[in-house]
């Protein structure tokens, strides 16, 4: 039987509609791989996101605590408690480098994301910096032992003197002598809360003028009356100035005084760099997981 034209046409067909089907399958296989690579990389996108997503919270939560360990340190009353505060303090803000140290080292091709934590990098390292001078000085404690010795020894001492100059009120000398010792205990605070160097020299200055008033009036005394009282009176004077010597040596050093200054002024302000910096780079993510999210 010879074929037909038909049948020559259905068997040059059959190969074609054969290659025709493969290459679709092909193509249909080839286009269902890319598009689950596609999604895998999406995922693995969005899942590198959510990750820095909590390493931000995590750096969030670690600053407010060191700053809160900060101002306790700078306010704390005795040395146990600064140092106890600036432990924290420090632990805080060595758990935040460990944390920025790892969202940086997580690869990601999100240029934004890398700018953003360089970023942070940076007014993180400049918060580290101020916190550590902060504690620094606010574990010396410098104005609080200074006024602990105003209202401990040189308070004793003062109390000693107007008790031996108490049988001779009745003379001038006397009373010039505990006037003036009283005007140099009212220097004390003000020397210990003051800020510069100026005030502080005119304080001393108007310390050691009562201190001599001081000395000339008990030696007036002396070449009156003589006796222990006399003697009594100019042993604790000499005692409430030496004490007065380590009060201004003290509040010369002022750690209080600046670690407060340096927590309100300088600190405030990289606190609010970094915690800028904190909300910009979680928004981005924000936006990275959002946009994964839509498709």
Known sequence: MEPTQANTNRVFRRPLILGAVLAAL???????????????????KYGRAVQKAQMVADLRADLYAAAEAEKCAVLAETDQASEAYAALARAAVGRMSAELARLQGMEDSDATGDRLARDLAQTLDEYRKVDEEVLNLAVQNTNLKALALTFGQASTALAD???????????????????????IQSLHAPHIMEKTEARMDALEQDMARADKAVWASLDALAAQTGGPEQAAARAAYDRYWKTTLEVVRLSRQNTNVRSFSLSLERKGKVLAACNEALRVLSEHLRERMGTRATR
Request: proline fraction near 5%; avoid cysteine; hydrophobic fraction near 50%.
């Open 26 to 44: 092909t193509v249909l296989a080839g286009a269902g791989l890319y598009f689950a690579g596609t999604r895998q990389g999406l995922d693995l």
């Open 161 to 183: 003197m107007e008790q031996a100059l108490g049988p001779m009120r009745n003379r001038p000398e006397a009373l010039r002598a505990l006037a003036e010792a009283l005007r």
